[in-house]
Every structure is written in structure tokens, then in C-alpha cells.
């Protein structure tokens, strides 16, 4: 019986959704269990040993303020005592809601109890001070003494009490995460089990569809909409096929399209931009009549924007050609080096004004290639402008040209260009050889078409030799291109 992958996963899963819901009632369950005792840990025990202590501090600070005052009779003391009383009637208010058995709740009422009486002793001598009258000192600061001992070893009863109760809670915690542990992990193990044993049937009876299919979509991706799809089974995947083939017929057709009309706008631009440009050249050469400086300054930018056009226009049209296989190459035996110098020494000037250091290595007796020279020298010209491009100021661009044997039985002539610019991703590495791509960083605005390295892969293609880019992020790029000799 040929089922859909949709009975397949239904059937194969089935149970083991079932085995998940109840792992999972399992451990919510455990979950609740130790997050109920880790908010009262934090939300009740911590709090109430924080504030023990906090009130043991500040009966002892009242008690040292208080005999400050008694001796030196400074209201400054007074005072803060004052203060130090309010903080701790705050603070026992704030620790009674946190008290929820009887022994604690008397702990802390015997607290309010002694405190109050403390608080009564104080004020009464405090009285009897101000009103002249002789009385016993000593006799006050033993029942005050007495009263703060009281309240200490009530509130160091109450945070031991608590922090037994830490502990116990923590025990607990551990004994259920334990349980918790275990049961998960045996059922985890099985799971892991049933489920590599189902996706090895399951993936062995789609994994070949499913590879033709991510391997037809690198071929679109790359411009290939030849070669239809041929998968039967499963039916979805089948279907899937038909579907992808039909989409391949469209992007074919709208591929066409595309290439014709930019043939054809290019065709239709380039005349009217050839007649700007003759036009502005005339002006510059004062046949409309005298010129001021500035009118010259914009017919200058005019004409610059002009040939920028033209060179835009251009290279749409040679890669037309290029794409249809109608580019006519000019193939000589030709020696390399002196195409390396003339690019260099266009492009130094503009290296120079950015800071940027060129530093060219050539082997000796280099063989000569049978080449076009005119567009071997444009690859190297969109080679060495892209690394200026992207080389920030200080930076640094090396070219290097060798004889390289080792990665073809063939005998290869290798030039590398390489950067210190921002470097590609692994994912942007196969889109810059596609028409109109730039990888652009926010922090380095690029002007152009995109089209410059897409021409270089064509010329060096139809050389017979390959064009490829090594680069990482941050770590600078470098292209790398061989022509046979």
C-alpha cells in the first residue's frame, strides 16, 4: 500500500504523542510541585530570616542610641532613635503576613510585647529626666537590658525556625527533581529510541525525493531552470514535482524576458546617453559660448555621470551577449604581465588617495595563455576595483600571480586578488557572482551595478578557467581566477 507521508507520520506518531502527553502531565506536574516550594522558600522564608536579622540590628541600634541620650542628653540621638523605632515597627509589620504557623505568629507577638515595654521604660525615664526627679538608673537600663535580650532570642528562635524550614524544603526539592530526573530520562531514552527506529523507515522511503528536490532547488538558485524533475513516489512529493517543474518553466520564461528587455532597454539607452554626452563635450568646448567656472563644474559632473551611464549600459549589454553565447572573444597567445601593470597603474592613483597599499608579486617566466587580452584585462580592472571598493582607508591589496599544478592535471596560470575589507558570510559567497548583487555593509556605501564580478565568472568561463572567492567575516576576501596555458 503506498501511503501519503501525512498517513505515515500520523500512524508512526501517534504513539509517541501519546507517550509525550503523558511525560509531559509527568513533569508539569513535578514542576508545580518544586515551584510551589521555591516561592515559598523565596517568597516567605528568605524574607522572614532577612527581616529577623534586620530587627535584631535595629533593637540593638535602638539600645545603643537610647543610652547615647540617657548620657548625654543630645536630642540628635533622641532622634535617631526616633527613626530607628519607626524602621522597627515597619519591619515587624512587614514579617507578621509572612508568619503562618502558631509557634512563629507567638514568637513575633511576644516580640510586639516586649518591644512596647521596652519602648514604655524608655520614655517613662526619659519623663522622669526632664522633669528633674532623682531615680535609679541602673534599675531602668537591667529591665531594658533584660527586655532586648527577650526580643533577640525570640527573633534568633524565629530564624532558626525558618531557615529549618529552608532546609527541609530544599530536601524535599531535591528528593522530587531526583524522581523527576529519572523518570524523564528513562522515558526520554525510550522515546529517543522509537523515534530514530520510525525516522529510519520513514526517511529511507523519502530521503531520495527530498535530496533530488534541495538539489534541483541549488540549480535554480544558481540560474539553472533546465532539466525537469522526474520523482513518482511518494504522492505529495510526486505532486511537489509537477508543481516545481511548472515553476521552473515560469522563472525559464520570465528569466527570458528579463535578459531580452534589459538587451533591449540597453539598446535604447545607450543612444540617447551617447548624444548627452556629445552634447555636454561640445558646451565643455565653447560652442554654446563662454562658460562660467561653475557652469563648467556641473557640465564636468554631467559628463562624469554621462560615461558612468554608458559603462553601466555597456556592461549590461556585453553581459547579454555573454549570456547568450554571442560574445566574440579575441584569442592570442599573450603574456600576463604587462596586463597586471597597466591595471595597476590606473588603479594606484585612486589606492594612493584612500591610503591603501598595493603590493604585486608576479612569478618569473610567467607562461602566456592564449587569452583576449582586452577582456583579461577588464577581469582584472573589476577584480581590483571591487578590492578597492571594499578595502577601508589604511588597508591593504595584494595581487599575486602564479603557475599552480595542484589543483588540476591541467597546467594553470592562478591570480589571486585579496583584501583587508569586511569579508563575505558563507551564505552571500555564491550571490556576488549573480547579476545585480552587492553585499553591502551599512558602514561601507558602494556604488554600482552589481554586474562586474558576474562578467569576470563569464569571461574566465569561457577562458576554460574558474573564478572562485575564499573570504570570512572581518577577515578580508580574497578572488581567485586560473586560465589554462
Same mark, same amino acid.
Given at each position: ?91 515587624? =509589620? ?29 520614655? =517613662? ?24 535580650? &527577650? ?89 511537489? *514535482? ?36 556629445? *552634447? ?97 584585462? &577588464? ?7 571591487? *578590492? ?46 549573480? =547579476?545585480? &548583487?552587492?553585499?553591502?555593509? &551599512? ?43
Amino acid at each position: 500500500m503506498n501511503l501519503t507521508i501525512f498517513s505515515r507520520l500520523v500512524i508512526a506518531y501517534s504513539a509517541i504523542l501519546l507517550l509525550v502527553a503523558g511525560m509531559s502531565g509527568y513533569t508539569i506536574t513535578q514542576l508545580n510541585r518544586l515551584n510551589r516550594i521555591t516561592h515559598s522558600i523565596l517568597a516567605i522564608e528568605y524574607p522572614t530570616v532577612d527581616l529577623g536579622k534586620k530587627l535584631i540590628d535595629s533593637i540593638l541600634s535602638q539600645m545603643r542610641y537610647e543610652r547615647k541620650y540617657l548620657i548625654t542628653k543630645d536630642k540628635a540621638f533622641y532622634d535617631q532613635f526616633r527613626i530607628l523605632e519607626k524602621e522597627f515597627s515597619e519591619d515587624l =509589620k512587614k514579617i507578621i503576613p509572612l508568619v503562618y504557623n502558631p509557634q512563629k505568629a507567638g514568637l513575633i507577638d511576644n516580640v510586639k510585647r516586649l518591644h512596647s515595654q521596652y519602648l514604655l521604660l524608655f520614655y =517613662k525615664e526619659v519623663d522622669i529626666i526632664k522633669n528633674g526627679k532623682i531615680y535609679s538608673p541602673s534599675k531602668y537600663r537591667e529591665e531594658k537590658e533584660g527586655l532586648v535580650d &527577650q526580643i533577640t532570642r525570640c527573633l534568633e528562635r524565629l530564624i532558626t525556625l525558618s531557615q529549618v524550614t529552608i532546609n527541609e524544603k530544599m530536601k524535599r526539592s531535591e528528593e522530587i527533581g531526583s524522581k523527576a530526573v529519572r523518570a524523564i530520562v528513562i522515558m526520554s531514552a525510550l522515546f529517543l529510541f522509537l523515534g530514530i527506529t520510525l525516522s529510519f523507515f520513514i526517511t529511507r522511503s523519502i530521503n531520495r525525493p527530498l535530496s533530488q528536490l534541495k538539489q534541483k532547488t541549488k540549480r535554480i538558485a544558481e540560474g539553472d531552470f533546465e532539466r525537469p524533475l522526474d520523482i513518482s513516489s511518494p504522492p505529495e512529493i510526486g505532486e511537489l *514535482a509537477r508543481a516545481f517543474n511548472s515553476m521552473c518553466q515560469k522563472l525559464r520564461e520570465l528569466d527570458d524576458m528579463k535578459s531580452d528587455f534589459m538587451s533591449h532597454i540597453s539598446h535604447e539607452l545607450r543612444i540617447p546617453l551617447t548624444s548627452i554626452k556629445e *552634447a555636454d563635450g561640445l558646451l565643455l568646448d565653447g560652442v554654446g559660448g563662454h562658460l562660467t567656472d561653475k557652469q563648467r563644474r556641473l557640465l564636468g559632473i554631467i559628463k562624469e555621470e554621462s560615461d558612468r551611464l554608458i559603462k553601466s549600459v555597456d556592461d549590461l549589454l556585453d553581459l547579454s551577449k555573454m549570456e547568450a553565447g554571442m560574445m566574440r572573444y579575441n584569442f592570442k597567445r599573450s603574456d600576463l604581465v604587462p596586463l597586471i601593470d597597466q591595471v595597476v597603474a590606473e588603479i594606484e592613483p585612486l589606492a594612493e588617495s584612500k591610503k591603501i597599499g598595493l603590493s604585486i608579486e608576479v612569478e618569473d617566466n610567467l607562461p602566456h595563455p592564449n587569452i583576449d587580452k582586452e577582456w583579461i584585462l &577588464q577581469v582584472l580592472r573589476n577584480l581590483l576595483s571591487n *578590492a578597492l571598493k571594499f578595502t577601508p582607508e589604511g588597508g591593504g591589496i595584494r595581487l599575486y600571480a602564479r603557475v599552480n599544478r595542484s589543483r588540476s592535471k591541467d597546467s594553470l596560470i592562478e591570480v589571486s586578488v585579496t583584501d583587508t575589507g569586511p569579508g563575505i558570510s558563507k551564505e552571500n559567497i555564491v550571490k556576488i557572482f549573480n =547579476k545585480f &548583487q552587492q553585499i553591502r555593509d &551599512q558602514s561601507t556605501p558602494i556604488k554600482g551595478t552589481g554586474l562586474g564580478i558576474s562578467i569576470a565568472k563569464h569571461v574566465v568561463d569561457a577562458h576554460g578557467g574558474n573564478l572562485w572567492v575564499e573570504s570570512e567575516p572581518n577577515k578580508g576576501s580574497t578572488f581567485i581566477f586560473t586560465l589554462p596555458f
